[in-house]
């Protein structure tokens, strides 16, 4: 089971990654078979684990980016084996693996897309979200508080991209000042019941993001456009990182963010009373559609659920351009589109604006449900459990805790896993 956790440490196993500088990020894949690491040192090192010994073997290494690697993150596995990186050279680059490349070879992945940050400040922080092959998206945070949200125009092939929105989230930071940038997705496929029952959008997408001191969630309306839905309150310092369960069957979510200051805070977002006119759960449940096609936007070749995508070509050519698309996009970029196309500048008056209730824009109820204290001095990192129950932990005192959540909200220390080498 995914929150079933190890009795003892022979189930962990430390291994030298072999890189020459700090290691920015570490990411698996949805199965946990394969691992991804990204360096100061410009270098992408890919592990597979070995299904007969357990092991983690070097899949391969190569450098990525022109200065350091700031995030890697896998790709859905609907989309095949590809990563994602953003790098201090303010780009933002496709990988994709080409399994007839020798392992080890340096180029057993191709850069098949690359684009520039258009303020020319470095992207920190990006986050993939997809729940089929006929869409993709991928948010884009920048070190000068600019978010962006890009729609594979065509998933096949991932080498092109279309902007669909830009936030402005946060006033650019002081040139030497310390910054902190962090944005996931919803990782659910829709909202919850709760939600749409309130009047949030079916076909919403969502991310919450750490802006310096500061922890926001926004949404999309029936208008398609990002709004800010809630506000995470009580951070102290910056945030390094958050985190939202996957929800299974919860009316609520779950959020988690780890902070300077020590603290690891966990917020439980609740929707409003819903109007009396609302859709019960079975209709609601009724009305489930098994596309992605929001009612507005006609069935297209690109909405409709296609079978599992051949290999791809290892000769697909990288690209910095959005060249013109074949299919349209999906109701939610193609909204999202519509929206940024008529807008002017990105100002302080963006983020007012989008407080203005519209339909489809509810805001959610949020709760601080933990603030929790341990040894991790500065905390880095949490990580929650595919079944949204579990979150782990990850600080300067060089220690992964586990936190499980009981039946009346409270988080209590369920383990704890030290990084001291093998004697």
Known sequence: MADRLPESSAHYQMFNHGH???????????????LVTASSDQRIKVYDKDKDCGK???CDTWRAHDAEVNCAKWLSPFLGHGIGTVGEDGKFKIWLEDEHEATNSGRRFRCIYTTMSNSRVPYVSLSFISHDISNL???????????????AAEPESLGSWVLVDQIQIAPPPAREEETSFKVQFDPSEKPCYAAIRAGVDKYALSFVIASMDHCSVWRTGSDRRFYLAADLPGHRGLIRDVAWAPRTSRAVDYIATACKDGYIRIFRLSSPTPPPNAPSYEDLALRSPTTATHPSQPPSSSSARKPPPQPRSSTAKATATNPPRNNPPSGIGAGLAGAASSRTALNGA??????????GQVKALVETVAELEDQHREVWRVKWSLAGTVLASGGDDGKIRMWRRTHNDVFVPTAEVAAESES
Do not use: M
């Open 20 to 34: 020459e500088d700090l290691v920015r990020e570490v990411d698996f894949n949805l199965y946990g078979t394969r």
């Open 56 to 58: 983690w073997k070097l």
């Open 350 to 359: 963006l983020h007012t604006r989008r407080d203005v209730p519209a339909p």
């Open 137 to 151: 998206f991928v948010a884009l945070v920048s070190r000068d508080g600019q978010l962006q949200v890009f729609e």
